[in-house]
């Protein structure tokens, strides 16, 4: 079964730093996607960035980046130059692209609470 | 439109009641889900929807009956539930189950607050 672990429940960053936030996950498939959703204060699920698996670049958007080890089954986030709105909850999540029963299942990781300190 | 949207986002209801939770997504998505989150928890799969058709349902208890009337809506009807079920659901929709993760990911609602009594 597929599994992904967030191991910082909580992580704090002083406003303008860089943070990284840890998930690993296990799975036997060769093909999939990742996320990052964050999910503030507001409860929307919000998309934060993308990987595919077969892609070795490492995606990002703007001021988030992803560190994508496919061997080592680690899919980190680095946020630079924080801000104050980047503070909410964060989660990492795996989607199959198998076909049978798990397709469209996104499965979460138990969520990094960020804080951002002013 | 870029939206899904839930309603209501609050609810409370006793344990012989009947309600219904609404989602509903104008962005031609053709795959809808509903997922399950308890306080301080990750979001669970109930069950996924693909161009109107149940594709998923993930051993949900039976006082849970998803409906999906078109491509733009798609219902939760809740009969006879436990204090335990009170938890936020929230909805998503993506283009469809095999594209969508490639190119958008899915897209969440702000979800429903429901509280048993």
């Known amino acids: 079964a597929q599994t992904v672990t967030q191991s910082q429940p909580e992580m704090s960053v002083q406003e303008a730093e860089t943070v990284t936030l840890s998930c690993t996950y296990d799975?036997?498939?060769?093909?999939?996607?990742l996320f990052w959703y964050k999910q503030p204060p507001s409860r929307q699920m919000i998309l934060v960035i993308r990987q595919e698996a077969y892609k070795q670049q490492n995606a990002t958007e703007n001021r988030f980046s992803v560190n994508f080890q496919k061997a080592a089954k680690s899919f980190s986030l680095k946020i630079s130059d924080s801000q104050l709105g980047d503070a909410a909850m964060y989660f990492c999540?795996?989607?199959?692209?198998?076909?049978?029963?798990?397709?469209?299942?996104?499965?979460f990781g138990k969520g990094t609470k960020l804080s951002v300190k002013p | 439109d870029t939206e899904v949207t839930q309603t209501p986002k609050h609810l409370v209801m006793g344990m012989t009641n009947k309600k219904s939770l609404k989602c509903e997504q104008h962005?031609?998505?053709?795959?809808m889900y509903w997922y399950k989150q308890k306080a301080k928890k990750p979001p669970e799969l109930m069950f996924v929807y693909s161009y109107e058709k149940l594709s998923i349902n993930e051993s949900v208890p039976s006082r849970f009956s998803p409906e999906c009337p078109n491509s733009s809506l798609l219902n939760l009807h809740l009969h006879a539930l436990q204090p335990e079920d009170s938890a936020l659901y929230l909805c998503?929709?993506?283009?469809?189950?095999?594209?969508?993760?490639?190119?958008?990911?899915?897209?969440f609602g702000s979800g429903t607050r429901l509280t048993v009594v």
């Open positions: 799975t036997s498939e060769s093909d999939y996607y």
């Open positions: 962005m031609g998505h053709r795959a």
């Open positions: 998503a929709s993506s283009q469809d189950v095999r594209q969508a993760i490639a190119n958008y990911g899915y897209t």
């Open positions: 999540a795996y989607s199959p692209l198998s076909g049978g029963g798990s397709q469209g299942n996104l499965i």
